[in-house]
């Protein structure tokens, strides 16, 4: 068998386009680095409802949040990743069954 007709492992096939989002260089897309974390948060959403969640990781910019049902969180909530400090706005940028990213509103100065 020639090297032409040989099945290239692991290759793209020449002319073949790119995946329109690469999920291996997500984390370069972002404003800032995500640091992993394992803390107790609260979602608080516009009708003053608290719902408990796990926050995964945070940046300045931020954070992940697991959830049991995070398909149905709205786009606008507010977090609260330190249980003894404020909740931050945040719009849900994208969710899944179980997580959800947050990116943190910034409020005028």
């Known amino acids: 068998m020639s090297s032409q007709n040989k099945p290239s492992v692991g290759k793209k096939p020449q002319g073949a386009e790119t ?6 260089n997500i984390e370069e897309r972002r404003a800032s680095n995500r640091r992993p974390t394992f803390k107790a948060g ?16 945070v940046s300045e910019s931020g954070c992940l949040i697991k959830l ?3 398909n149905a969180l709205p786009d606008a909530i507010s977090i609260r990743i330190d249980l003894d400090k404020p909740a931050r ?21």
């Open 19 to 24: 995946d329109a989002v690469d999920l291996t």
């Open 42 to 57: 609260e979602i608080i959403l516009e009708d003053g409802a608290a719902i408990d969640c796990i926050v995964r990781n």
């Open 68 to 70: 049991d049902n995070a």
């Open 89 to 109: 706005r945040a719009e849900v940028i994208w969710r899944s069954t179980s997580l959800a990213g947050a990116m943190f509103v910034r409020e005028p100065s």
